[in-house]
């Protein structure tokens, strides 16, 4: 089945710093990937969807230029939080649609991302 | 934009019981309605998904209604077991847009 991966699956990093990570499509190309953010005990909220060789459609409220995304392969997408904050730790995770029926998507094993 | 409303946010039944979590949509034109099971610190698996045109969908000890009318689906699991234990997630979709609005999670505890 389709296998969707990410890296890092975890990472502290200082306030300011930026930091990337990668969402990789393994046995399927993924024209579109989807970003995610889950706060503890909270549910998913869409960040942004990542299309390949376009610019990045952002959800109402997230800031493009804190949370840049890059596609620039149909087998990879990558976000990148710019000066991060502590209010940025969170766990990240990302989709891809499956191919395999509409709307299905296979979600990564997500980013821990903690800021000091 | 669409709404996706879950209840309960927690629920704790004996083993062997059944389990029934509810959630209501917003967006009549939504399609595609999947539930996701999501332990802790992992990503959130596909357990099962129904789209419009039925109204249940069976899969072993797991099963989805439709209702497009009040605009509600629920997701049903029976003779549950302890690693039934997870957080439970409902999503909605057009289909054709991809993007999925998930309900808020309703925390299922199975108790032994």
């Given at each position: 089945g389709a296998v969707v991966s990410q890296h890092p699956s975890w990472v502290i990093c200082k306030s300011g710093t930026s930091v990337k990570i990668e969402c990789r499509s393994l046995d399927f190309q993924a024209t579109t990937m989807f970003w995610y953010r889950q706060f503890p005990k909270q549910s998913l909220m869409l960040m942004a969807t990542s299309n390949e060789g376009s610019k990045a459609t952002y959800e109402q409220g997230v800031e493009k230029d804190k949370f840049l995304i890059n596609?620039?392969?149909?087998?990879l997408s990558t976000l990148t939080v710019t000066?991060?904050?502590?209010?940025?730790s969170s766990f990240y995770i990302c989709s891809a649609p499956?191919?395999?029926?509409?709307?299905e998507q296979f979600f990564g094993p997500g980013t821990r991302l903690t800021v000091l | 934009g669409e709404n996706v409303e879950q209840h309960p946010s927690t629920l704790s039944v004996q083993e062997g019981d059944s389990a029934v979590i509810k959630c209501t949509y917003s967006?009549?034109?939504?399609?595609y309605f999947p539930w996701y099971k999501q332990e802790l610190g992992k990503r959130p698996q596909l357990i099962i998904d129904i789209r419009s045109n039925v109204g249940e969908k069976k899969d072993q000890r797991i099963a989805v209604t439709l209702n497009k009318t009040a605009k509600h689906f629920s997701l049903h699991i029976t003779?549950?077991?302890?690693?039934?234990s997870a957080v439970y997630f409902c999503a909605a979709a057009i289909q054709g847009a991809q993007k999925l609005v998930f309900g808020q999670g309703t925390r299922l505890t199975i108790n032994p």
């Open positions: 596609h620039a392969s149909l087998t000066s991060a904050h502590p209010e940025d499956s191919g395999r029926a509409p709307n | 967006d009549s034109a939504s399609n003779e549950t077991q302890p690693e039934d």
